[in-house]
């Protein structure tokens, strides 16, 4: 990767390292067409990965993603070792809905650090309860913008709600933690009241809550982060 772009030219050879041990970790995906559910899902989380890190390590340099992408190409490509294919889908996400995603991560995260969809797998009672109380505060962001269940979104949002509730209500348990013990997410209302409530005690005042556009592919994005996590 040239230096002559970059100002943290280290970081941003990092970066582009780190992308294609995670396009490696998603090949078969990738390399399916790209009108398969499992192609889409695939570039679809490498470009959610690719925005959040760009902004995350390389937040000073008001890089475009796609510039950034159009460098990684050929260096990848220079590496004999990878049978790299161009993803025609890198594309910037705006802010609000990066934002979005980010929290959206962040639930699964803590959601997987209690439950790796076969057993519990947090240690103690006192540390589940602890990711569970994360996932519910996160979920209280993102619940507020979804008065009805009909973006991409919205409806990935209701599909953890649903993952969350099947959880609560299995006998799943390891030593003193049992299933039953998770944090109840709250309705749509409470969760509502309690954000206005917060923003009355600070004098702020809210015309509406606006639904987020539809994030493409964000429905089965999550189960990438499931799958790159536990590889």
Not at 24 to 38: A, E, H, Q, Y
Not at 87 to 101: P, Q
Not at 143 to 158: G, L, R
Request: charged share 25%.
């Amino acid at each position: 990767m040239s230096k002559a772009f970059y100002k943290n030219s280290e970081v941003a050879k990092s970066l582009c390292e780190d992308f294609l041990k995670l396009y490696i970790s998603l090949k078969d995906s990738v390399s399916k067409p790209n009108n398969n559910p499992n192609y889409l899902s695939a570039v679809g989380f490498l470009n959610y990965w690719l925005n959040a890190e760009l902004k995350k390590k390389m937040f000073n340099e008001n890089i475009i993603v796609n510039d950034f992408y159009d460098v990684l190409e050929p260096y990848a490509l220079s590496i004999g070792s990878i049978n790299f294919s161009s993803i025609d889908e890198i594309s910037v996400i705006k802010n609000d809905e990066l934002n979005n995603m980010n929290i959206l991560y962040n639930i699964y995260s803590n959601y997987y650090n209690v439950y790796n969809e076969s057993d519990i797998v947090c240690n103690t009672k006192a540390t589940c309860i602890d990711y569970s109380k994360k996932c519910v505060q996160d979920y209280k962001k993102l619940i507020i913008k979804c008065p009805q269940i009909q973006s991409d979104f919205c409806k990935a949002i209701d599909k953890f709600k649903n993952k969350y509730e099947s959880l609560n209500k299995s006998t799943k348990s390891n030593g003193d933690f049992h299933s039953k013990d998770l944090i109840s997410l709250p309705s749509y209302q409470e969760a509502l009241e309690e954000y206005q409530s917060q923003l009355y005690r600070k004098k702020i005042t809210i015309a509406t809550i606006s639904i987020i556009c539809s994030i493409f592919g964000i429905i089965l994005i999550l189960f990438y982060l499931y799958k790159v996590q536990i590889n």
